[in-house]
C-alpha cells in the first residue's frame, strides 16, 4: 500500500532562514502527492500538489517542493520562514482506487525570532 | 463562499453515550469525506460518500461507527456506546469529485469536532 514517511517531528528555526521539511513515499504505481498545512485550531489546508509533469511543485504562501523519484522523495521548502508559518505539516499522497488520502504522521515547524 | 463547516466545533460527552458530528460540505461537491486524527497523530480516513452512497467505508474501525449523506449534501458521523479511546478531532472534507481530475479532486477539510469522552 503507499504510504508516507515524515523524518522529523519538530523543526525549530529562525525567522528569515530557509526550511526543508522531509517526506518520503513508498510506491511502484502512479504517485499523487501532497503537502498540507495545519494552524492551531484550524483545518487542513492544501499547499501543493504533485499529479505529474514538472518535478518541481510550487505552492502557496512561498513554498515549494520536489518530486524525486531515485530517491522517493518529496520534500517541502521555503527560502525565508516568517513566525506566522508556525504550524503543523502534513505529506500525504491517494491510497487505493479511490481518493483516500494517507497522512504522514507530521512536522511541527515552530519559527523564532 | 463558504468552505466546509463542522458543527460543533467541541464534543464533550461521557462513556457509552450516543453523538453525532455533522459536516456541511462545500456547495456542489459530490464527494465528502471523513477523517480522525488522534493527538499526535496524522488524519486517518474512515469512510467517504460520492452523492449519497458511502463509496468506501473501509476506515470505520468498528461497527459503532456510521456515516450517513441522505440528500447528497450534508453528512452526519454518528458514534454509538462512545469509549474514550474514540477521543479525537474529527475531520470532514468535500471536493467536487472523487475521480482524479486535477484541480476537482483537491480536498478542502473543515475545522474539525474535538471529541472529547470522558
Known amino acids: 500500500a503507499q504510504s508516507v514517511t515524515q523524518l522529523d517531528s519538530q523543526v525549530p528555526v529562525f525567522e528569515e532562514a530557509p526550511v526543508e521539511l522531509r517526506c518520503n513515499y513508498s510506491s511502484s504505481v502512479s504517485v499523487y502527492l501532497f503537502w498540507y498545512v495545519q494552524y492551531p485550531n484550524q483545518g487542513l489546508q492544501l499547499l501543493l500538489k504533485?499529479?505529474?509533469?514538472?518535478?518541481l511543485v510550487k505552492g502557496i504562501n512561498g513554498f515549494e517542493a520536489e518530486f524525486n523519484k531515485s530517491q522517493t522523495s518529496f520534500h517541502l521548502r521555503k527560502p525565508s520562514v516568517h513566525i506566522s508559518d508556525t504550524a503543523e505539516y502534513f505529506c500525504?499522497?491517494?491510497?487505493?482506487?479511490?481518493?483516500?488520502?494517507?497522512f504522514g504522521t507530521g512536522t511541527q515547524l515552530k519559527v523564532e525570532l | 463562499g463558504a468552505g466546509v463547516s463542522q458543527t460543533p466545533s467541541n464534543k464533550v460527552t461521557e462513556k457509552g453515550k450516543y453523538v453525532e458530528l455533522r459536516c456541511d460540505p462545500i456547495?456542489?461537491?459530490?464527494?465528502l469525506y471523513w477523517y480522525r486524527q488522534s493527538l499526535g497523530q496524522g488524519p486517518e480516513f474512515l469512510i467517504y460518500?460520492?452523492?449519497?452512497?458511502?463509496?468506501?467505508d473501509s476506515g470505520l474501525p468498528n461497527d459503532r461507527f456510521f456515516a450517513v449523506r441522505p440528500e447528497g449534501s450534508v453528512s452526519t458521523l454518528k458514534i454509538q456506546r462512545t469509549e474514550r479511546g474514540d477521543s479525537a478531532v474529527y475531520l470532514c472534507a468535500s471536493s467536487l469529485t472523487h475521480a482524479r481530475q486535477g484541480a476537482r479532486d483537491t480536498q478542502y477539510f473543515g475545522p474539525g469536532t474535538r471529541l472529547t469522552v470522558l
Open positions: 500525504a499522497t491517494f491510497t487505493g482506487g479511490g481518493n483516500k488520502l494517507t
Open positions: 460518500f460520492q452523492g449519497t452512497g458511502a463509496a468506501d
Open positions: 456547495s456542489g461537491h459530490t464527494a
Open positions: 504533485y499529479l505529474s509533469g514538472s518535478t
